[in-house]
């Protein structure tokens, strides 16, 4: 995986659309799996894994989950200890974001529509001949995007890997696996705890079916969470990119011709010719800003219930992996830590990759206020007035419609969570 971070060396040829870099095509294969990847909106060979019916598939199987997980709470609550009812309770909130992301993005046409109009439209590829800058900052990003990529794909290996193997380690080392038989005064240990029409707990056979299905559900819903978060910071990445270039546009806005260090500010003017190109390249710079501005606004109506849901999740999940990990010892540091880990530093980075488009639009302001408008006419000059008052407001992608995803949304959730651990923490110990 260590050449998804860009196009295959060996090529020759100029790229010429998004889906001919490793990274992307990464993405779709991943995307696929879960219905998330619009393949019949965008033209291409429509695979059986695709369709109505297979995002169908998924929705069912994502509700079967919480379904038997809930049947299993139902008839165990009484005899789970503190720490069982907060691992029974993570599950059921993670299977719980995987039937929300299904929802609300694979079921809505909105989704769909942002995904052809990055591929198609906005991704970088199609803007890099804009400059030599533009063609400096689109492979810039294709590098954040590719090793972005390889460094989400790890972590979620690793975390699914140590999730389901600590229960299959803690079995062996206490001598379950000894007897085929079926087990006596004591139960199989499983990552997922589900309510089965057989007997998956006593019964090696039975243990081996959930085995399967534990693991199934897993990778469904890491990939639901992770995968679809990867795609989102990928098209961030491409927004804060093209701010890079719209910046470098203002930052070197011409200035008159006949302008020289011992002219007073303001007293040279454009000529008829320069004002006629002033116009035209003020004209282009309206318009690449609005192009940016309809795409985040896009992706506010297309992710922003999922994304506010996500916040939801760890507002709650966050306390109780950190309840999880209190215990502190070998078992449940090897299968909650890296679950933990993973799930706070996909809430940072998320958080902290969508504040770089605030961080770059508030750029604008002062870069627009710095290009020669003393030196234009009256009606450049207005245009330039009402471009200034157009980029005041910082753009942002909302949750919801509520709340910006960003840094500070982020250090509220962090700070409550804490809050409810160390709650947590001690209605436990009591």
């Given at each position: 995986m260590g050449s998804l971070d860009n196009k295959d060396k060996n090529s020759n040829e100029a790229v010429t659309t998004p889906m001919d870099y490793r990274y992307m095509k990464f993405l779709r294969l991943v995307l696929r799996i879960i219905s998330g990847w619009p393949g019949k909106e965008l033209g291409e060979k429509q695979l059986l894994m695709e369709g109505r019916g297979y995002i169908m598939y998924n929705a069912t199987l994502s509700l079967l989950y919480f379904l038997l997980e809930m049947l299993y709470l139902r008839d165990h609550v009484e005899h789970l200890t503190f720490m069982e009812l907060g691992h029974n309770y993570i599950v059921l909130l993670m299977t719980l974001l995987s039937c929300s992301r299904c929802v609300t993005l694979c079921f809505a046409s909105k989704y769909p529509k942002v995904v052809i109009k990055f591929v198609e439209v906005f991704h970088l590829c199609h803007h890099r001949n804009k400059s030599e800058y533009a063609e400096s900052i689109f492979q810039r990003v294709q590098k954040m995007s590719g090793v972005f990529t390889v460094y989400l794909s790890c972590i979620t290996l690793n975390t699914l890997i140590m999730f389901n193997l600590t229960p299959v380690y803690n079995n062996y080392a206490h001598g379950k696996y000894a007897s085929m038989n079926n087990l006596e005064n004591t139960t199989y240990e499983h990552a997922i705890y589900l309510k089965f029409p057989f007997d998956a707990y006593s019964n090696f056979n039975g243990y081996m079916v959930a085995f399967t299905f534990n693991w199934y559900g897993s990778y469904l819903c890491a990939s639901s969470v992770t995968m679809l978060d990867l795609f989102l910071s990928v098209m961030v990445f491409n927004i804060w990119g093209h701010f890079k270039i719209l910046l470098n546009i203002l930052e070197t806005f011409p200035r008159p011709a006949l302008e020289n260090a011992e002219t007073d500010v303001g007293s040279v003017q454009f000529s008829e010719s320069e004002q006629a190109d002033v116009k035209a390249l003020l004209r282009e710079c309206v318009i690449y800003h609005?192009?940016?501005?309809?795409?985040?606004?896009?992706?506010?109506?297309?992710?922003?219930?999922?994304?506010?849901?996500?916040?939801?999740?760890?507002?709650?999940?966050?306390?109780?992996?950190?309840?999880?990990?209190?215990?502190?010892?070998?078992?449940?540091?090897?299968?909650?830590?890296?679950?933990?880990?993973?799930?706070?530093?996909?809430?940072?980075?998320?958080?902290?990759?969508f504040e770089t488009i605030g961080s770059e639009s508030d750029k604008l302001k002062h870069a627009v206020y710095e290009i020669p408008w003393e030196c234009m006419n009256s009606k450049n000059r207005m245009t330039a007035l009402i471009y200034l008052m157009n980029v005041q407001k910082t753009i942002h992608v909302t949750a919801g419609g509520m709340v910006d995803v960003g840094v500070t949304t982020m250090a509220s959730i962090l700070k409550t969570s804490f809050s409810y651990f160390a709650f947590l923490r001690t209605v436990g110990a009591e």
């Open positions: 609005r192009f940016i501005a309809d795409f985040a606004n896009q992706m506010s109506d297309a992710f922003g219930i999922a994304l506010f849901l996500y916040y939801m999740f760890h507002q709650v999940a966050g306390c109780l992996l950190l309840l999880e990990c209190s215990q502190m010892n070998a078992e449940a540091l090897l299968r909650y830590l890296p679950l933990t880990l993973m799930m706070f530093q996909q809430l940072i980075q998320v958080s902290i990759i």
